[in-house]
């Protein structure tokens, strides 16, 4: 039995303790809501106003410091938790905890009482405000997320929240389960008999915890499909904390340059927080950024901060969650971990990224944005609650073609639509240009031959090859489709072993339509498309050699009888007129023509090389 459709949409809302989301899974597949400014993440942070309404998220969050004692966030961690058991994790907070109803804990803000559960239901109404504005219909419903550790008062506290919003939670999801879903694990159990074992590892902003999961096989039909087999972290250790040591050594070293016994009022150190954070989030993507503190008059404080530096400094948190991995792994019963799912902004950080890999002996899903894969994941199990789109979640076969775009916007096409999942390919590409560093590798979706008409789903960067003549450097492109239809993407050069990858679901955001469409489309353009590929692919390839020739000539032209050098350019010339009309107008071009006079400068300029090899080897003797 499903609800009908009449009782709306059920939406997917993570309840954070920094900040909370709401998502949706309709026919274009799971995606969260933005507010009217944009904004995906509303902070969970709520200003209480004497004889006013209660103020929400992103001012609440800006104003906290005017109003300290009034704005209350973090509320998460006291939901359905007793005064007495919270009160020693109350120091340092800005509002006051007071004992409130049945011993409970509970806030003095605004000359009122506040529980926990209002201050959550003050968060969830804007989220359903939110859910409402962007889908234009009334919404009743949700699926709550919350941590695989919470007990039933907890669980109980975040229902109760819910309700004071107009709210019913039809289901309270783990966190971790809901990561797991948002990656299709667990998604189609029919296809899965074996038990399966996973850890999420979620590090935010403030808090960390992993969990052990194993899917149960063939479980109800509309129930957990995993089991929570242990947990383990620290609800005081995050992100936060690396911004505290960078303040550290920032601090450390002014007062060691500029000896002064320099104080930091509160505004300052708000700052020197606001900047720690930007050179950290700056460095999980570049090697350095550099750190500037203007002190007043002519005093400035400047350094460059390496990645590695950085790494040092979180080394000592990194480890702490390697122990809770560890004890969560004891606790378990130390079993083989199939999946690793990571979640919490401090996920990006790299060296966070291959701590975990190496711990658990598995490289980590880092597909999904990992500030959003709860909220994913808790609308996906509410399209399935909703009697929604099931099939969106079984994915047996690649639906569209995989491929990367190479020179001129041509589609290398890697994993063949259909293509029964787990499926592998390689493929080797070269560079275009003499001493290219870095390549762009682009990835595309579907049936077309050219890049313009395919669906873009990612793009990255293999950099650092060591600079080579164009089409020397041997880059391997390997694309690997995994059982819940993630795709890892990676690129390597051999000579120097760099390497670069991304992941990505090529299924989000592609409907059942869009399939058929794409698929349709392909059929109708087969002819013209294919026609456009190899021209492309000729005119790329042509290219190439006229450089080839060119460089050789250029090298050797003295020693070549001057009738065979005279041939050779006629030969030059004519394809580069094929290149030409081919820029012109790639349909209007004679493909059969243009590779006839490629081929034939081909076969031509077997001569040229050979000299110019030979001389280069002469020279070479000679040098030594
Ligand atoms: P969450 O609580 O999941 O929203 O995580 C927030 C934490 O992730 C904060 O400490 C952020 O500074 C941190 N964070 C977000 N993006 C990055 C990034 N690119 N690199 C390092 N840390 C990040």
């Given amino acids: 039995m499903h609800p009908s459709p009449e009782a709306g949409p059920i939406v997917g809302i993570d309840?954070?303790?920094?900040?909370s989301l709401v998502a949706v899974c309709d026919a274009a597949g799971p995606r969260v809501l933005a507010d009217a400014e944009g904004r995906q993440l509303l902070p969970s942070v709520v200003r209480f106003v004497r004889g006013g309404a209660p103020v929400v998220g992103h001012e609440a969050r800006a104003r906290a410091v005017e109003n300290p004692v009034d704005t209350v966030h973090s509320a998460k961690r006291f939901m359905g938790r007793g005064f007495a058991e919270s009160a020693p994790a109350a120091g340092g907070l800005p509002y006051a905890l007071v004992e409130g109803p049945r011993g409970l804990a509970a806030f003095g803000v605004g000359g009122a009482v506040v529980t926990p559960q209002e201050v959550a239901a003050q968060v969830l109404g804007e989220l359903r405000r939110t859910a409402e504005a962007s889908l234009g219909v009334p919404v009743r419903r949700a699926v709550i997320t919350v941590p695989a550790y919470f007990d039933d008062a907890q669980r109980q506290a975040t229902r109760d929240a819910a309700r004071l919003a107009g709210l019913e939670a039809v289901r309270i999801v783990n966190e971790p389960t809901a990561a797991a879903l948002a990656y299709g694990i667990g998604g189609s159990r029919e296809r899965r008999m074996q038990p399966e074992t996973i850890a999420v590892y979620d590090f935010g902003g403030g808090t960390f915890d992993v969990s052990v999961l194993q899917l149960v096989p063939g479980g109800p039909d509309d129930g957990e499909f995993f089991q929570v087999l242990s947990t383990a972290g620290d609800t005081r250790l995050g992100g936060d904390d690396l911004d505290e040591a960078i303040i550290a050594l920032v601090m450390g070293e002014i007062r060691a340059q500029f000896g002064t016994a320099l104080d930091f009022p509160p505004a300052a150190r708000q700052a020197l927080r606001t900047f720690a954070e930007r050179a950290k989030v700056a460095l999980s993507a570049a090697e350095s950024t550099t750190l500037e503190v203007s002190l007043g008059g002519d005093r400035t404080y400047r350094r460059t901060l390496s990645r590695a530096e950085f790494e040092a400094l979180a080394a000592p948190f990194v480890a702490r969650t390697i122990e809770a991995c560890r004890r969560a792994m004891r606790d378990a019963g130390n079993p083989e971990i199939d999946r690793v799912v990571l979640v919490g902004g401090s996920t990006r950080i790299p060296a966070v990224?291959?701590?975990?890999?190496?711990?658990?002996?598995?490289?980590?899903?880092?597909?999904?944005?990992?500030?959003?894969?709860?909220?994913?994941?808790?609308?996906?199990?509410?399209?399935?609650?909703?009697?929604?789109?099931?099939?969106?979640?079984?994915?047996?076969?690649?639906?569209?073609?995989?491929?990367?775009?190479?020179?001129?916007?041509?589609?290398?096409?890697?994993?063949?639509?259909?293509?029964?999942?787990?499926?592998?390919?390689?493929?080797?590409?070269?560079?275009?240009?003499?001493?290219?560093?870095?390549?762009?590798?682009?990835?595309?979706?579907?049936?077309?031959?050219?890049?313009?008409?395919?669906?873009?789903?990612?793009?990255?960067?293999?950099?650092?090859?060591?600079?080579?003549?164009?089409?020397?450097?041997?880059?391997?492109?390997?694309?690997?489709?995994?059982?819940?239809?993630?795709?890892?993407?990676?690129?390597?050069?051999?000579?120097?072993?760099?390497?670069?990858?991304?992941?990505?679901?090529?299924?989000?955001?592609?409907?059942?339509?869009?399939?058929?469409?794409?698929?349709?489309?392909?059929?109708?353009?087969?002819?013209?498309?294919?026609?456009?590929?190899?021209?492309?692919?000729?005119?790329?390839?042509?290219?190439?050699?006229?450089?080839?020739?060119?460089?050789?000539?250029?090298?050797?032209?003295?020693?070549?009888?001057?009738?065979?050098?005279?041939?050779?350019?006629?030969?030059?010339?004519?394809?580069?007129?094929?290149?030409?009309?081919?820029?012109?107008?790639?349909r209007a071009v004679d493909a059969n023509a243009f590779q006839q006079a490629k081929e034939a400068l081909d076969r031509l300029s077997i001569r040229v090389h050979e000299v110019a090899i030979a001389a280069s080897l002469r020279s070479a003797g000679a040098a030594r």
């Fill in 15 to 19: 309840l954070g303790t920094t900040n």
């Fill in 353 to 586: 990224r291959a701590a975990v890999g190496a711990f658990f002996g598995r490289e980590p899903y880092a597909a999904l944005d990992p500030d959003l894969v709860v909220a994913l994941g808790a609308s996906l199990q509410a399209s399935v609650l909703g009697g929604g789109r099931r099939d969106l979640l079984l994915v047996d076969v690649v639906p569209l073609s995989l491929g990367i775009e190479t020179v001129g916007g041509a589609v290398a096409k890697l994993v063949i639509r259909n293509a029964s999942i787990p499926t592998r390919a390689t493929e080797m590409f070269s560079t275009s240009v003499d001493g290219q560093v870095n390549v762009g590798i682009h990835v595309l979706q579907g049936e077309r031959e050219l890049v313009a008409d395919c669906r873009s789903i990612a793009r990255f960067e293999l950099r650092g090859i060591p600079p080579m003549p164009a089409g020397i450097p041997q880059i391997e492109v390997e694309f690997l489709v995994d059982e819940n239809g993630v795709l890892s993407v990676t690129a390597a050069e051999r000579r120097s072993g760099r390497r670069a990858s991304v992941q990505v679901v090529p299924s989000y955001g592609l409907t059942a339509e869009d399939v058929d469409r794409m698929e349709r489309e392909s059929f109708a353009h087969a002819r013209d498309d294919m026609h456009r590929h190899r021209v492309v692919d000729l005119t790329a390839n042509a290219r190439l050699d006229l450089k080839w020739i060119g460089d050789a000539l250029g090298r050797v032209r003295e020693q070549l009888e001057p009738a065979y050098v005279e041939e050779l350019e006629a030969a030059m010339m004519g394809l580069k007129g094929h290149i030409a009309a081919a820029e012109h107008d790639a």
